[in-house]
């Protein structure tokens, strides 16, 4: 059953800008290849002539999708020609007559030629590789960020149909009452109703070569319905089960589920154990048993990437999802104790310096980022002009393996800090409130505008009505001594790669 759009929003991390990493970039050029011939590797020496040209003439199709009378059939000979390509010079009297009237759907010599040069000249191959980027996956990249999509899975729909009919057909825009999110709208509503709109116009189409087509629309609802919005692989797609090429395999490699309720296979535990030690996380033993200490660490890691203030998530790495792949990412989040900071500069940790006994000295590295960034930006534009003013007081973070503090309602998760209030006397030891006459908001002002500076900033909680006003912060029960600061996920990047 597809689950409701609320219900993924709910779950699903989501990111402000469309970020397609090299490994999205490939599965969905392999995917497309899949639903062009059936090979995801591409065939560029593929030639097919089918009558769906103009007019629905015969034209030729050359690997994945480059037609004779859309133009794209000439743009690559014509770059392979100009890239001084081995049979160059064969092909250039060739190019003129690519589109015309009558068309090189029954030159036999100029396919041949077609097919010789993409098995025998690998530049050939290349060039067909850079304008399928040019021509296909750039403008659906484009349409993607003008309409405000960030889902992957939304950007294999939209290059699905710039390759297949050019672009997002208006009129198919038209009979569906999804907004996109430029629009004020859901973007996986608008996905969803445009792939099911879609789907009737092929299946109901005059043309029988396009009735057939709809083994697309089909493989794009069978990933929605899954609710694989970030794309993980496999995907099924005309029969055919794409992966990432063995080039890109990934470089957690599991072959079953591992923490609660998993398979648990012995390497398996073992590369988990390791990359989570690698990324900082406590607790773990050595042993290829999935014991209490990394699913403990599985729940810390999955509530972090989700941006949970809490623990949660249900203590298993399932191979092909969301946990796995940041797992393996670029930016995957490090469990590390909070900077210390100084005095004199632009932030100083009060926790850690001054509070020993107290154990919430602890956090992922991008809330470390951001106190950091925050601190810097607050010296350059305040403190450096008010020497007498306070710095950044960094107060409570999370515990050494997070997880639940009876301090705090959140603070589980190594994603918030807590801030002490700077005052007008210059004393950074002692406390005041946002009522008292000695609270610094010029100082506060400028801290709270250096955090929502910050690309990862999430929200503050304050209850200083000023600086609520300004839109620095947000109320919150037990916030007039303190300010509550929280980090949100980044995009997630590409995989390391071994």
């Not at 004020?184 to 445009?194: A, F, K, P, T, V």
């Not at 030690?277 to 999935?290: C, K, P, R």
Request: hydrophobic content about 35%; glycine content about 10%; proline content about 6%.
């Amino acid at each position: 059953m597809r689950p409701s759009v609320a219900e993924a929003d709910g779950v699903a991390l989501r990111t402000q800008s469309l970020t397609l990493s090299q490994e999205t970039r490939t599965l969905v050029s392999r995917v497309l290849a899949a639903a062009e011939n059936s090979d995801p590797d591409g065939d560029p020496a593929g030639v097919y002539v089918l009558r769906d040209g103009k007019n629905r003439r015969r034209q030729i199709t050359l690997g994945i999708g480059f037609t004779e009378d859309s133009g794209n059939l000439r743009k690559v000979i014509e770059a392979y020609v100009e890239a001084g390509g081995r049979f160059g010079d064969e092909m250039r009297p060739f190019i003129d007559r690519l589109g015309a009237t009558p068309n090189l759907s029954g030159d036999d010599a100029f396919k041949a030629l077609l097919k010789k040069a993409g098995r025998q000249d690998p530049l050939f191959a290349e060039v067909q590789r850079e304008k399928f980027v040019d021509i296909i996956l750039e403008p659906a990249r484009g349409f993607c960020e003008r309409e405000g999509f960030t889902d992957p899975l939304s950007f294999l729909v939209v290059a699905d149909s710039y390759l297949h009919s050019g672009g997002i057909l208006d009129f198919l825009r038209n009979r569906f009452p999804a907004r996109s999110p430029a629009d004020g709208g859901n973007e996986r509503e608008w996905i969803e109703q445009y792939v099911d709109t879609r789907h009737d116009w092929l299946a109901n189409h005059s043309s029988q070569l396009l009735r057939n087509t709809i083994y697309r629309t089909r493989a794009l609802t069978q990933q929605i319905d899954a609710g694989n919005w970030d794309l993980l692989p496999p995907i099924e797609m005309h029969g055919i089960t794409v992966g990432l090429p063995a080039s890109m395999e990934r470089p957690l490699p599991l072959t079953g589920s591992v923490g609660a309720g998993g398979q648990n296979r012995a390497e398996d535990v073992r590369l988990v154990k390791a990359r989570l030690t690698e990324l900082g996380f406590g607790g773990i033993t050595d042993s290829d048993a999935a014991d209490a200490g990394v699913t403990r660490a599985i729940h810390l890691f999955q509530s972090i990437i989700a941006g949970r203030q809490r623990v949660g998530g249900d203590g298993r790495i399932d191979v092909g999802f969301g946990t796995q792949s940041w797992l393996e990412a670029e930016n995957a989040p490090r469990w590390r104790e909070m900077p210390v900071g100084d005095r004199d500069g632009g932030f100083f940790n009060y926790e850690v310096a001054t509070q020993p006994a107290d154990h919430h000295d602890f956090g992922t590295n991008w809330l470390a980022d951001l106190i950091t960034g925050a601190g810097e930006q607050y010296f350059a534009e305040h403190r450096s002009q008010f020497p007498g003013s306070n710095p950044i007081l960094v107060n409570d973070a999370s515990l050494p393996d997070g997880h639940d503090t009876n301090q705090h309602s959140g603070h589980e998760t190594g994603l918030s800090a807590d801030l002490r209030l700077p005052n007008t006397d210059g004393d950074q030891n002692r406390g005041t409130t946002w009522r008292a006459s000695d609270y610094d908001r010029p100082a506060m002002r400028a801290m709270l505008k250096s955090f929502a500076a910050q690309p990862n900033h999430g929200r503050t909680l304050f209850n200083d009505p000023v600086l609520i006003r300004e839109g620095l912060c947000v109320a919150a029960s037990g916030h007039d001594n303190h300010a509550h600061v929280e980090v949100s996920p980044p995009a997630r990047q590409a995989p390391v790669m071994a």
